[in-house]
């Protein structure tokens, strides 16, 4: 921790990464195989794709984000040829970012075998340039950190996300930028959002943000509280909210990005990922981890960290996830798969400070390229679903 | 008695802490995390994972835990004390002041 700088990839459009990853892009699930042909045994190759025939416009505005990640150096869309999503135009797009790219079409090129032949040559090429990008020095005022949890128990609102918390406060004092999110997981604590705004914007966007989870909550007759979380000793919502809300720290909050946006200038941020109002009322919120870490992935968090109490064994793509527990118990039953325990504090070995700064050593060894454990599993989990929310204004972030 | 159990204290300003053990009524408190170290003892059967008073607590006031208000003490309540839905409700939710005291399982809802 005493040298604040390691060594990133710059990108043509002055993103910087930690990593340097070639994406294969499917634009259907008929494409997944052959995408996923093409990536094997290719080291820094990752797969995503968006499983649907008709297309839409929140999961394509999600793939372009991702196309155009920090971490993501070149990109290679392969599509099946009658789907409506179309891999020349996302080459194309992302291509505008100064990123090598290739695409073409499986029913173009003689079938599955042709296709994995032709898609790794297309592959090799882009590697090519990829070895080409520059090295260049970055520190935490370059760092964006996502924040997610998930496969919650008790300790997850008293160490877990308090932890993170700290950490947050830390980065953001560091010139670095945090993101948070789970909206829906905040209700009752509409005064506590606003209260943290940085400004009279940040304010009215916190607001809006809040009614609208509300109003979600209301529609799906979805709240997030159970009787078993009162049995547990939780006495209200709030008090199961702030577990959740634990994981932003106390710094001030920047404003409100929706999926696939990235956060203007650095500091604290919460992202909505809940639908939009829309005829066709598609969308979930949170169906499941996978899908709220690439949410936090596509506003171009280069590491993101995830809180599991319980512990889970997932990964994720394009960016590297460190997995955290409250739980040392858990720690010692998941030792391959957990990055940090922060439980420690609960044992009484460490303080709240304390774990924050070992997590923040752990950070920057993982920025540094130092591969996480669901890295060295090789997991890479993701949910892509079919989603509506309103195009992005760009009163506070920008695209990604 | 039954020895020592863990209070874990999370933000300075709270006036609750979560109970790591289960402890019996009389059993010592052993004080950890932020806030200033104290003496406490369980004032009555307390089940892990739920809260302890830290202070004297009079009715009406804000329980504060995580240094924010997460319900209003619906008694006094002394040091030592099981704060739950028999003596804090929500601001928002006015349901769980309903609910079975142990189990959290709605008492209101007719079945037949």
């Given amino acids: 921790m005493n040298d604040p700088q390691w060594q990133g990839y710059l990108r043509a459009d002055g993103k910087l990464g930690v990593r340097n990853t070639a994406l294969i892009i499917y634009t259907v699930q008929c494409a997944e195989f052959v995408a996923h042909q093409i990536a094997q045994d290719e080291p820094d190759t990752h797969v995503i794709g968006f499983p649907g025939c008709y297309d839409n416009e929140y999961a394509i505005r999600l793939l372009l984000a991702l196309s155009r990640h920090p971490n993501v150096g070149a990109v290679l869309a392969v599509g099946l040829g009658c789907e409506y999503t179309q891999p020349a135009r996302i080459a194309e797009v992302v291509g505008r970012s100064g990123r090598p790219t290739r695409s073409f079409f499986i029913q173009e090129h003689g079938g599955t075998a042709s296709s994995i032949r032709y898609g790794k040559s297309l592959l090799n090429a882009l590697k090519r340039e990829l070895e080409a990008v520059p090295r260049v020095s970055m520190s935490w005022p370059d760092l964006v950190v996502g924040c997610e949890c998930g496969g919650s128990d008790g300790t997850s609102g008293l160490a877990g996300n308090p932890v993170v918390g700290r950490f947050f406060d830390w980065l953001v004092d560091q010139g670095g930028t945090a993101v948070f999110e789970e909206v829906v997981e905040m209700i009752g604590l509409r005064h506590e959002l606003e209260a943290r705004a940085a400004g009279e914007t940040a304010r009215i966007a916190l607001g809006l943000t809040y009614e609208k989870a509300e109003q979600y909550c209301r529609a799906v007759r979805q709240y997030s509280v159970s009787p078993g979380n009162f049995a547990g000793g939780l006495t209200t919502i709030e008090e199961k909210s702030l577990g959740a809300f634990a994981k932003s720290g106390s710094r001030p909050i920047q404003g409100v990005i929706k999926v696939a946006e990235a956060p203007s200038h650095p500091g604290l941020w919460l992202m909505d990922s809940v639908p939009d109002q829309h005829f066709m009322q598609f969308g979930y919120t949170n169906p499941n981890d996978t899908e709220g870490i690439i949410d936090l992935i596509s506003a171009g968090t280069q590491v993101v960290l995830f809180v599991t109490g319980r512990g889970s064994v997932i990964g994720s793509p394009i960016s590297p996830l460190i997995k955290i527990t409250g739980n040392s118990k858990t720690f010692q039953r998941m030792s391959d798969d957990m990055d940090f325990n922060a439980g420690a504090v609960l044992d009484g070995t460490m303080t709240l400070d304390q774990a924050a700064l070992s997590l923040a050593a752990l950070v920057r060894n993982v920025a540094s390229g130092g591969l996480s454990k669901p890295e060295k599993l090789g997991h890479r989990e993701y949910f892509i679903p079919y989603k509506h929310q309103d195009t992005p204004g760009l009163l506070e972030g920008c695209r990604a | ?112």
Avoid at chain 2, 52 to 61: K, M
């Fill in chain 2, 1 to 112: 008695m039954s020895g020592k159990h863990v209070l874990f204290q999370i933000h300075a300003q709270d006036n609750v802490a979560t109970l790591l053990d289960d402890a019996r009524q009389g059993d010592l408190l052993e004080h950890r995390g932020e806030g200033q170290d104290m003496f406490l003892q369980a004032w009555q059967e307390t089940a892990a994972g739920h809260k302890i008073a830290l202070r004297p607590i009079p009715l009406g006031d804000s329980i504060i835990k995580y240094g924010v208000a997460i319900g209003i003490a619906t008694a006094a309540i002394r040091p030592g004390e099981w704060v739950h839905l028999h003596n804090c409700k929500s601001r928002y939710d006015a349901r769980s002041s309903l609910l079975d005291l142990n189990s959290g399982v709605p008492t209101e809802t007719r079945y037949e």
